[in-house]
């Protein structure tokens, strides 16, 4: 069973202030993702990983910015919180051929 | 961009009643995905069905990919499938999924 972890599980931020949400897979995985869940939309992409070093936008990009130092690791910055940045985060991995993401347990993140 | 629409919005049933729930997309989808979300929020894939018919437990879905439409059908619900079930699709673009907003169940006992 895939497993995808993420840190932390809940953050207060404050305005302006700079927020970054960790992402760790231990099953060699390709592809990473990150979403945002908010009530009336789903999930919504943010930014995505092909590999280490590479980034993707995804449907929301703005106001975040991506990092994938490692096959491992995929993290979520956001440089100046703003509180509509307040929401559920949701890492995600697959690899190419499978027909399945496995998903992390979320992060919960509010900005004040 | 691809837009997944998932009906009903909520459903609540009695426990040993049938779900029947819906997943209508915009446009070609070369994968389609459910998932589960249970009330505490993780989030786990149930199955693939991309087209045709495929089952599994007491969850059959059906795709017709030509009407871009796909549903899933529980049989006889228990109270543990109360949570939220999210259709999502991938287009011919490659790895991205697009996903609907859900449907949330509640099967009462």
């Known amino acids: 069973e895939a497993a995808v972890t993420q840190s932390p599980r809940n953050k207060v931020a404050v305005t302006g202030g700079k927020v970054t949400l960790s992402c760790n897979q231990t099953?060699?995985?390709?592809?990473m993702y990150w979403y945002r869940q908010d009530t009336g939309h789903g999930l919504r992409l943010i930014h995505y990983s092909y590999g280490a070093g590479s980034t993707e936008k995804g449907d929301i990009p703005d106001g975040y910015k991506a990092s994938r130092p490692s096959q491992e690791n995929f993290s979520l910055i956001l440089e100046l919180a703003t509180p509509s940045q307040t929401s559920v985060y949701f890492c995600?991995?697959?690899?190419?051929?499978?027909?399945?993401?496995?998903f992390g347990p979320g992060t919960r993140l509010l900005v004040l | 961009g691809q837009q997944v629409q998932q009906s009903p919005a909520s459903l609540v049933l009695q426990e040993g009643e049938n779900a029947e729930l819906q997943c209508n997309f915009s446009?070609?989808?070369?994968?389609l995905q459910w998932f589960y979300q249970s009330p505490g929020g993780s989030l786990v894939s149930l199955l693939s069905?991309?087209?045709g018919t495929k089952h599994t437990g007491r969850l059959t879905s059906t795709t017709v990919t030509k009407e871009r439409r796909s549903s899933l059908h529980i049989s006889s619900s228990q109270t543990t499938d109360s949570g939220t079930y999210l259709c999502?699709?991938?287009?011919?673009?490659?790895?991205?999924?697009?996903f609907g907003g859900g449907t949330r169940l509640t099967v009462r006992p």
């Open positions: 099953n060699n995985h390709n592809n």
């Open positions: 446009s070609t989808a070369t994968q």
């Open positions: 069905n991309p087209s």
């Open positions: 995600a991995s697959d690899d190419w051929g499978q027909d399945t993401q496995y």
């Open positions: 999502a699709i991938e287009g011919n673009a490659g790895a991205k999924l697009t």
